[in-house]
T-cell receptor, first 115, second 111 residues
Framework: KAGVTQTPRYLIKTRGQQVTLSCSPI?????VSWYQQTPGQGLQFLFE???????NKGNFPGRFSGRQFSNSRSEMNVSTLELGDSALYLC??????????????FGPGTRLTVL | GESVGLHLPTLSVQEGDNSIINCAYSNSASDYFIWYKQESGKGPQFIID?????DKRQGQRVTVLLNKTVKHLSLQIAATQPGDSAVYFCAENSGYSTLTFGKGTMLLVSP
């Protein structure tokens, strides 16, 4: 079974631009969670989607948004990019929503650099 | 490779040694715990999990111990190999909450 895939793997943008990242979960998984990873803050939760509905949202500004499609693929969007948005963005999929004790499996991440 | 964390606690061991990585969690209501391994330039990889109704769980060369009294989790790696060099994260989960990750520990294995 193929793992979680994320595209693109690397991205360079300039301040003020917007960016869309994509995540394809493991086949059959309906839960997708997004995390931001930086050296200073570690892994921070952005949001979780299950069956096209946002279940949880982390403490990030409204510039960060996401959505999930009927095939469980998910996208996250960051508008008006800031230098501090430079990070590794990780997507994780699970068969069931968080809190059910189901394991989340991570993709390789998208490395976003904002200049 | 890309750094996944600066100023991480670091554990340095020799190949063949047993490694013990510790993690303190904060939420006494957490009932599910996971250890992940993250190599440079990659996403976290699931290693082993344990539920709160257990004290110990064993996998291949790995053992996780859970002490709910002091809210402590440990990962033991037997016969550590150079390929085990990575950052290790513990994560906790409870109820409808999302996974909360610890800061991570870097394991360096010398041949």
């Amino acid at each position: 079974k193929a793992g979680v895939t994320q595209t693109p793997r690397y991205l360079i943008k300039t301040r003020g631009q917007q960016v869309t990242l994509s995540c394809s979960p493991i086949s059959g998984h309906r839960s997708v969670s997004w995390y931001q990873q930086t050296p200073g803050q570690g892994l921070q939760f952005l949001f979780e989607y299950f069956s096209e509905t946002q279940r949880n949202k982390g403490n990030f500004p409204g510039r960060f948004s996401g959505r999930q499609f009927s095939n469980s693929r998910s996208e996250m969007n960051v508008s008006t990019l800031e230098l501090g948005d430079s990070a590794l963005y990780l997507c994780a999929s699970a068969a069931f929503p968080s809190g059910t004790g189901d394991t989340q499996y991570f993709g390789p991440g998208t490395r976003l650099t904002v200049l | 490779g890309e750094s996944v964390g600066l100023h991480l606690p670091t554990l340095s061991v020799q190949e063949g040694d047993n490694s013990i990585i510790n993690c303190a969690y904060s939420n006494s209501a957490s009932d599910y715990f996971i250890w992940y391994k993250q190599e440079s330039g990659k996403g976290p990889q699931f290693i082993i999990d344990i539920r709160s109704n257990m004290d110990k769980r064993q996998g291949q060369r790995v053992t996780v111990l859970l002490n709910k009294t002091v809210k402590h989790l440990s990962l033991q790696i037997a016969a550590t190999q150079p390929g085990d060099s990575a950052v290790y994260f513990c994560a906790e989960n409870s109820g409808y909450s999302t996974l909360t990750f610890g800061k991570g520990t870097m394991l360096l294995v010398s041949p």
